[in-house]
Structure formats: structure tokens, C-alpha cells
């Protein structure tokens, strides 16, 4: 689940294999740029640290880092 913490909305997401994070990744960047909102990332291995704010609101939360969290969860379940 996402956690709202240090003005970012934060999740990490573990997969079996990094071929699999890295597909994830794919389909996530797809979104991203479709929304021209672009999330912070790390990729571990099988694990994929994303973090979501608004650089035009100051790097806070906001309804796009909402709507983009809530796509990333859609790929998720895909």
C-alpha cells in the first residue's frame, strides 16, 4: 500500500525476478510520461522503490501524484 510520509507518496513493490521489476518499471514509465509526471525510482534487483510529488506545488502531494499512484497500482493488478 502507499504511505503518505515527508510529503511524498511512497511504496516498494518486490517482484520474483528483476526481469519482472523491470517490465514493471516499462509499463509504469509509459504512464508516467503519457501524464508528463515522473516519479523518483530506485531498482534493486526484485525491487522497485517509487516515490511520487508535485515539483510545480512545491514537492508535495497532489491529485496527479494520486492519479499516477493509482495507475501504478492498475499495472500492478494487470
Same mark, same amino acid.
Not at 510520509?5 to 516499462?26: C, N, P, Y
Not at 508516467?32 to 512545491?58: F, Q, R
Given at each position: 500500500?502507499? $504511505? !503518505?510520509?515527508? @510529503?511524498?507518496?511512497?511504496?516498494? *513493490? /518486490? *517482484?520474483?525476478?528483476?526481469? &519482472? #521489476? *523491470?517490465? *514493471?518499471?516499462?509499463? /509504469?514509465? #509509459?504512464?508516467?510520461?503519457?501524464?508528463?509526471?515522473?516519479?523518483?525510482? &530506485?531498482? +534493486?534487483?526484485?525491487? /522497485?522503490?517509487? !516515490?511520487? &510529488?508535485?515539483?510545480?506545488?512545491?514537492?508535495?502531494?497532489?491529485?496527479?501524484? $494520486?492519479?499516477?499512484?493509482?495507475?501504478? @497500482?492498475?499495472?500492478? +493488478? &494487470?
Amino acid at each position: 500500500m502507499w $504511505k !503518505e510520509e515527508d @510529503d511524498k507518496l511512497k511504496r516498494t *513493490f /518486490v *517482484f520474483k525476478d528483476f526481469k &519482472s #521489476a *523491470f517490465a *514493471f518499471m516499462t509499463k /509504469v514509465a #509509459a504512464v508516467a510520461d503519457e501524464m508528463d509526471h515522473h516519479p523518483w525510482w &530506485s531498482n +534493486a534487483y526484485n525491487k /522497485v522503490n517509487i !516515490e511520487l &510529488s508535485t515539483h510545480d506545488a512545491g514537492d508535495k502531494v497532489t491529485e496527479k501524484d $494520486k492519479i499516477l499512484a493509482n495507475r501504478i @497500482d492498475m499495472i500492478l +493488478a &494487470s
